[in-house]
T-cell receptor, first 110, second 117 residues
Framework: EDKVVQSPLSLVVHEGDTVTLNCSYE??????LLWYKQEKKAPTFLFML????IEKKSGRLSSILDKKELSSILNITATQTGDSAIYLC??????????FGKGITLSVRP | GAGVSQSPRYKVAKRGQDVALRCDPI?????LFWYQQALGQGPEFLTY????????KSGLPSDRFFAERPEGSVSTLKIQRTQQEDSAVYLC???????????????FGPGTRLTVT
């Protein structure tokens, strides 16, 4: 059975801190790894990673995939209160089906 | 429209009632997915369409759940004889057209929050 595990499950930091969110996966016919940010609504797309070792960057957020270790990390530097959300990791397998982790709840305190 | 839309946004149903949840995909998106998200959990796959063909329904939790996409655009998820454990947010996601690329990102609608009382 396909599985995605995220850690830690929750995290509290202060504004300006840097955080690293972890994701590991076991998915048959793996195609790509996606990160989403979820506030009080639907997940919004952050990154899609297909190749190992190539960092994707968007502002203060960056992410990288390690296909050998079957894992990915999402880094957020200089955190802001607006970064408070649930961060979901999903692995895409056969039929483009996404298997999600439970999510990491990030709280950024002023 | 610019994004995936879903209706209704909120639905309260009495146990035993049938409900129908609608998803309007991004224009031209071939692939459409339904997910169920319980409180405090990540979304869980229910079913997948490519155009009007339902290619995978392995995630539907019981035969009370039925999905269709008759013309390859709008999709409806129907739940018959709702039960309290069906209470969740139902998310629809669509994906760009097929091409030589290995995969595309999925874009989510706002979801329908179903509460069964």
């Amino acid at each position: 059975e396909d599985k995605v595990v995220q850690s830690p499950l929750s995290l509290v930091v202060h504004e300006g801190d840097t955080v690293t969110l972890n994701c590991s996966y076991e998915v048959t016919n793996f195609r790509s790894l996606l990160w989403y940010k979820q506030e009080k609504k639907a997940p919004t797309f952050l990154f899609m990673l297909t190749s190992s070792g190539i960092e994707k960057k968007s502002g203060r957020l960056s992410s990288i995939l390690d296909k050998k270790e079957l894992s990915s990390i999402l880094n957020i530097t200089a955190t802001q209160t607006g970064d408070s959300a649930i961060y979901l990791c999903a692995a895409m397998g056969a039929n483009s089906k996404l298997t999600f982790g439970k999510g990491i709840t990030l709280s950024v305190r002023p | 429209g610019a994004g995936v839309s879903q209706s209704p946004r909120y639905k309260v149903a009495k146990r035993g009632q049938d409900v129908a949840l609608r998803c309007d995909p991004i224009s031209g998106h071939v692939s459409l997915f339904w997910y169920q998200q319980a409180l405090g959990q990540g979304p869980e796959f229910l079913t997948y369409f490519q155009n009007e063909a339902q290619l995978d329904k392995s995630g539907l939790p019981s035969d009370r759940f039925f999905a269709e996409r008759p013309e390859g655009s709008v999709s409806t998820l129907k739940i018959q004889r709702t039960q309290q454990e069906d209470s969740a947010v139902y998310l629809c996601a669509t994906m760009k057209p097929l091409s030589g690329k290995i995969s595309y990102e999925q874009y989510f609608g706002p979801g329908t929050r179903l509460t069964v009382t």
